[in-house]
């Protein structure tokens, strides 16, 4: 069984800044593209970004360049770096996985981390 553990949510000023953690740990898998999603107050969830086992990097149009996906294959360990984050920008932010292992390849989610961005 694989989990995936979010970390680095919270509450941050307009304009300021949050790093988001993923960590994928079990037993014998491999993990395919990773990304963050996120769900915004009464609408469905939503891709934020995803990176590839070779690092080709995909982007929300919403990003504006404002965040960054990156990825430690080491460590199982995917980030997004948030820059100069807006009110609109508050949600659930989930990390989701494509694995493999053993022929059999599946999707798992994190439990979600909360970001708020208020002043």
């Known amino acids: 069984q694989v989990q995936l553990v979010e970390s680095g949510g919270g509450l941050v000023q307009p304009g300021g800044s949050l790093r988001l953690s993923c960590a994928a740990s079990?037993?014998?898998?491999?993990?395919?593209?990773m990304g963050w999603y996120r769900r915004l107050p009464g609408k469905q969830r939503e891709l934020v970004a995803a990176?590839?086992?070779?690092?080709?990097?995909h982007y929300a149009d919403s990003d504006q360049g404002r965040f960054t996906i990156s990825r430690d294959n080491a460590k199982n360990t995917v980030y997004l770096q948030m820059n100069s984050l807006k009110p609109e920008d508050t949600a659930v932010y989930y990390c989701?996985?494509?694995?493999?292992?053993?022929?059999?390849?599946?999707?798992?989610w994190g439990q979600g981390t909360q970001v708020t961005v208020s002043s």
């Open positions: 079990g037993s014998s898998f491999g993990i395919e593209t």
């Open positions: 990176i590839s086992s070779g690092g080709t990097t």
């Open positions: 989701n996985a494509v694995l493999f292992s053993s022929g059999r390849r599946w999707t798992d």
